[in-house]
């Protein structure tokens, strides 16, 4: 993803890595999978201690 | 006509001057204001250690940690503070006369509101590496060689790191594009060394591993203090994170209508906002996922938070998260290699802060590569080798002193409490105080 940056002089609006591109969409999805899952498998955990 | 013009002229420079009276007022009291928040760090760390503690020791354990804060902040004023303005580029040292202890900078000074603020700031920066290490140490340490280690992490250990990687001028970052926003590296990398270097010649807690190489638990007396603590520490980092942006519009300023990093870029509270948040929650859910335990969960916060540390000023907020749980996750994994290593790390020390802390400098250089590591034209840009070099750099300034100087210690005898005493605890041999005169015992219900 890296830099969206190549320099500092006179920069405005979106600086994190990949802004104006299509991968923060992608990172976003990722993260909220990487919400899901663990609530899966607490899930799986609750039943078996029920 | 011209007398209008003589009186408006009049009124916008009075408004001027009070505007810029105004942004210094509020300049200084951001800085000041860093400083009872990042207290509460200490706040955490003196509950995190003695809920650690067994019931025993848990005294021991707080004076310890006390004692940190308190002789770290005068050696800070007295060499730290110097050391970081005069060696950013090495040796030989720069002039820093204006940091140097008898200074008229370092005291009262009207027309003067930032250095006691950045003093005061970074002093709470020193106390905070200290009481990184000191957790990782209870239950067997001496007093005094506690100290001496604890002095030598807060004024120059963690500032020289600081001073080559956290500074405009240091040479990681002019050399190697070396960026490290929120010290993941010149604090917790650095500590987190420290603490291992000396956990090799302090030894573990007696009975922490059998004969066989296998390691015991050794539970702590009250868990709900030590992860109420935890919290605590995540609070008083807002605080910590806050003080490595640079308030605008005064003469030491990097950008007159924006924050800065300590490097000169860019940055605002709002990106800190966003990732600091993202990155707590998901060390927690990384951690939770893996092991279910409370201690690690909140312990995953923390490492969610250094993990991403060293960007913060950049990072796309859900990126953030993902890189914070992977954090959250290998904490556990981590703790049980340096276990079979036989190395007794009594609160996770070295995992959250050393392991983690170089985690999150070569995430940066994978994420980060390409962001120019300072203003202006052609100058060094973030990159892996750089963030790996700066690790690198870290570990050998936390480790090498921690080692050598505990090793010196060890062999005076100031460095380990005798066997009787570790058996009896601290507490009954050590402190004249008592922690649970009537002991710990259930209450009883009211009668209906």
Known sequence: ?50 | MEEQIAALTEQVAALQGSAAVTNTMVAEMFYYLTIPLMIIIHAGFLAYEMGASRAKNVLASGIKNILAFAYVLPAFFFVGWWIYWAMPTGLPAGDASFALPWSESMGPFLGDNSSGVFWGAFALFAATTASIFSGAVIERIQTTGFIILAVFLGAVAWVVAAAWGWHADGWLVTNFGYHDFGAAGVVHTVAGFFALGVLINLGPRIGKFNADGSANHIGGHNMPFTITGLMLIIVGFWGFLMACAIFPGEGWSWFSNNFGTIYGTPTNLSALAFNILMAFSGGVIGAWFITRDPFWMMSGALAGIIATASGLDVYWPPLAFLIAMAGGMLLKPAAAVLERFRIDDAVGAVTVHGTIGVFGLLMFGIWGAGYPALQGEGVATVNLLGQAIGAVVCILLGFVPGYVISLILKMAGMLRIGEAAELAGLDPTKVPAQAYPEGITPSEPASS
């Open chain 1, 1 to 50: 993803m890296g830099s969206s940056i190549e320099n500092w002089d006179g920069v405005t609006g979106a600086i994190f890595m990949g802004a104006g591109g299509g991968m923060p969409a992608v990172w976003v999805w990722l993260a909220i999978a990487a919400c899901v899952v663990p609530l899966i498998f607490g899930a799986i955990a609750d039943r078996k201690t029920r």
